[in-house]
């Protein structure tokens, strides 16, 4: 057999030994039900207080800590949350822990949570389903820049209960690979500006990728 330099070995690789990683993650219960907002606010500011990269004991916090807001003005102002369940060993030797980023919205309005999601786009289209029903029906806008802001035209069908504070918006975005995100508590009514992908004679006049 021909060894190419650089290549590793099965037999190195079944015989190494990842080192031991002692991962903290969250109380389920809490994580799960986080209960009182200020209490949840205060075990994270609490998390930093007592471990901190000064002391030599910073960890990170697996708690639920806020990513973004939407809603402003209306019965449903919300906030997105995120999670960090990833495994802070840093050293040049992969490593082999699971983790990821989770993801989940609080509506105040409702005082409800949505479920935990694996992507953020996701935690906010249940906030939407369970607090603006009827949004996934809305024409798809194409935006113009205007300056540092954007101007949408809307069609004569256009619902009236969606151009009142808060509300989102499905927000054309061309066929690209990229600015998929969801984009909560922007304009123009300060809600969730939701990334539709498709072809669009707007974003993609010659049909690019």
């Not at 822990?97 to 953020?120: A, D, L, N, P």
């Amino acid at each position: 057999m021909i060894a190419i330099q650089g290549q590793l070995s099965i037999f190195d690789l079944l015989n190494h030994q990842p080192p031991t990683i002692i991962m903290s993650m969250p109380d389920a219960g809490t994580f799960t039900h986080p209960g009182d907002l200020q209490a949840m606010y205060e075990r994270r500011e609490a998390h930093y207080r007592d471990h901190h990269v000064m002391k030599g004991n910073w960890r990170p916090y697996r708690g639920w800590e806020t990513r973004s807001a939407s809603g402003k003005g209306s019965e449903h102002v919300a906030e997105g949350f995120s999670a960090n369940l990833r495994c802070n060993y840093h050293s040049d030797i992969e490593c082999y822990c699971v983790g990821t980023y989770v993801y989940r919205v609080y509506c105040h309005g409702c005082q409800t949570w949505t479920g935990i999601y694996g992507k953020e786009n996701e935690a906010w289209e249940a906030h939407l389903d369970a607090c603006w029903p009827g949004w996934r029906e809305l024409p798809v806008l194409e935006s113009k820049t205007s300056g540092y802001s954007y101007k949408y035209n809307y069609p004569e069908n256009y619902p009236e209960k969606f151009k009142t504070p808060g509300a989102p918006i499905r927000d054309c975005r061309g066929n690209t690979k990229y600015g998929t995100r969801h984009v909560p508590g922007t304009e123009p009514f300060g809600g969730v500006k939701v990334g539709i992908i498709r072809d669009c004679k707007h974003h993609n006049p010659k049909g690019e990728k």
